[in-house]
């Protein structure tokens, strides 16, 4: 501090006298003295008189010298008291003068400072605001992609459920396959199968056109054996009828006995080429019941229902129902010759029939259940 007064005492030193001249000094308890060149001369004057001439002022009475030196004394020291204080305050003055202008230095650097900080903090308050605007953006596109990420996740799922529906067709597709690879191993046997039935079926057209002939020519046949017996039967009419007119005739010329036993011999001629009597001469006989006995038997062209043969031709079997049978039949009918027309009888003939009726029957069920096997196998094999 006293380094300070003293630096302040030489600076006091070396300011212009206008800078340097102190105030008017103080005195104690009073007001500001002037000093000698500011004071009144007359008043000066008037004092040294005794008293001062003032108009219209009460004179006051002259002081002694010893307390105008004295309070002059007192003034003085107050004065150099007051100018001591001047040099301090003065000093201190310029102390905080420089004080204030270090700290206005300071101030401006500090200001400087500031402003650099203020700009650095700019920067960074732009920096961390282009940052902030950054971390938004991708805050945004983080929530973009987080909608998307919802529905990918959505897609996934769904792709998961078509690749189990896709998996469970493979699967399907898988056991089809192995079940149409089975199956396909098994195809020759089963055209081996189909080439059988093939040959089957062409086998049985086969027997079916050779019945059909058969049946066409024991049709033909029959027909003619149809014809020959109702030939037969009108002869043996006509010679029933010829038997009881002989019979009529002898028992009218029974009287003449030799001419009887001639007749009679006559008749009875037992010529080898003749064959004798086939037809012996029976007393009580009727020939009414004898020639309804004949046509019962074997019935006529014109009288439908009186015998079994014309029952057999209206049976109306169809020509492609003959089976085999009928004719390996053929062959066992007893006393049917074909190229005479004569011999046998009426029940080993309706025995034929009945028996070629029935094996015709038999002969068209199996061919019409053998006919749906195989029309069913080419429809599955064309499916």
């Not at 050779?210 to 029959?222: P, R, V």
């Amino acid at each position: 501090m006293s380094g300070r007064n003293l630096q302040a005492s030489r600076d006091m030193k070396a300011l212009p006298p206008s800078l340097h001249s102190p105030p008017p000094p103080f005195g104690r308890g009073m007001g500001p003295i002037a000093p000698s060149h500011y004071q009144h001369p007359p008043f000066i004057d008037g004092m040294r008189d005794g008293l001062p001439r003032l108009a219209g002022v009460r004179v006051l009475r002259p002081l002694p010298p010893p307390m105008i030196e004295e309070r002059i004394a007192s003034q003085h020291h107050e004065i150099q008291g007051l100018l001591l204080d001047n040099q301090r305050l003065a000093a201190t003055h310029v102390a905080l003068k420089q004080e204030v202008s270090a700290a206005q230095h300071e101030l401006t650097r500090f200001s400087h400072a500031a402003g650099a900080l203020q700009a650095e903090n700019d920067i960074e308050l732009r920096k961390a605001y282009d940052k902030l605007m950054k971390m938004e953006a991708e805050l945004r596109e983080v929530e973009a992609m987080k909608a998307e990420l919802i529905q990918v996740r959505g897609d996934v799922q769904k792709l998961n459920a078509v690749r189990q529906d896709l998996t469970a067709q493979v699967q399907m597709m898988t056991q089809d396959l192995a079940r149409a690879s089975a199956e396909l191993q098994q195809a020759p046997a089963m055209k081996a199968e189909i080439e059988a039935l093939k040959q089957e079926v062409q086998r049985a057209r086969a027997a079916i056109e050779f019945e059909k002939k058969g049946y066409a020519e024991n049709y033909e046949q029959g027909q003619v054996i149809e014809k020959n017996l109702i030939l037969m039967a009108r002869e043996v009419e006509m010679l029933r009828a010829e038997v009881a007119n002989s019979e009529k005739r002898g028992r009218a010329a029974a009287p003449a006995g030799n001419r009887a036993a001639a007749y009679g011999g006559n008749y009875g001629n037992p010529d080898p080429s003749y064959g004798g009597n086939a037809y012996p001469s029976g007393y009580g006989i009727n020939p009414g019941s004898g020639a309804a006995e004949v046509a019962s038997q074997y019935g006529t062209a014109s009288g439908p229902g009186h015998g079994p043969w014309v029952s057999v031709h209206k049976m109306h079997i169809h020509p492609f129902d003959i089976p085999r049978e009928v004719v390996e039949m053929e062959s066992s009918v007893p006393g049917v010759d074909a190229a005479s027309g004569s011999g046998g009888t009426s029940s080993s003939t309706l025995s034929f029939v009945l028996k070629a009726k029935t094996a015709l029957h038999s002969a068209a069920v199996r061919a019409e259940k053998v006919l749906t096997d195989i029309k069913a196998d080419l429809k599955s094999e064309r499916v």
